[in-house]
């Protein structure tokens, strides 16, 4: 079977439940949310991980770096379940704590490697931030205050975005988008991508909330279309810079959980600030 129709047949399985729990909301999709989340956090870490790395003080009683990767997906993890509870200050103090941690474990290390500290606190910005939204944004509290599910619309969105991007591509694709990060990606497809982006944020206005302003959903939209490509671009350029091609393998067909979510980190915190400035200027 090639790898499109194994494509196909996960998307087909996979985005109908995906939705479903977003129907559901709530405590469900929030349970949803710290699962990917955390895979996607575990697969950022073993990007990065260093099998040589010399064990700290602080890591080494409790089983070397193993510690240190329970630490930070406890803490990227909580700040998840944070954001859906709207506990913003439990937020800043975790953040706060993985600097503390990470910092003290870089001081207390013979073989210091100090950038490191910026590459993990990347990734709560990059992966836990995203989803703490996303769930936010499923919440009955935040769809009863913004009367639309912009979970549901913002995953539509990036759906769209991604599957015409990828299909335009192979159908139409001459030229390159940016050949040195991804090579098969071309403007023939970012430009299919985006134009369906579009249409989809068009059809959920005029199906599921026609007494809204439609020049809002097409803001969504476009805000969408650029930023999905955005991400799917810097994840590419992460693997570039480890030199590997999938995050893992546990979708069959897309790669790992960040090779198949990377649109939406994002494209919700993108949405999410369209949104609170529009609420501050309109």
Known sequence: MSNTAVRIIVGIIGIPLVIALAVIGNIPFLIFCVI????????????????????SIITKWAGGFS????????????????????????VLI??????????????FKTDKHFEAIGTWMLSIVYISTPFGLLSLMDSSAFISNNIVNYA???????????????????TFGKHKLAERISPKKTWEGSIFGFIFTIITGIVIHYIYYPQMKLT??????????????????????LKRWVKIKDSS????????FLDRFDSILFAVPAVYIYLYLNSIFK
């Open 249 to 256: 393998q546990l979708i069959p067909g897309h790669g790992g």
């Open 36 to 55: 990917v989340s955390f895979l996607c956090m575990n697969e950022f870490y073993n990007l990065f991980e260093r099998p040589k790395k010399t064990p």
């Open 67 to 90: 510690f240190h990767k329970i630490v930070f997906l406890i803490i990227s993890s909580l700040i998840v379940v944070c954001f859906y509870f709207q506990k913003f200050n439990y």
């Open 152 to 170: 549901i619309l913002i995953m539509a969105m990036v759906w769209a975005s991604d599957t015409f991007a990828y299909f335009g591509g192979r």
């Open 94 to 107: 975790l953040y706060f704590l993985m600097f503390l941690y990470l910092t003290a474990d870089e001081v």
């Open 216 to 237: 809002h959903f097409i803001a969504a939209a476009l805000i969408v279309g650029v930023s999905a490509q955005l991400g799917d671009l810097f994840e590419s350029q």
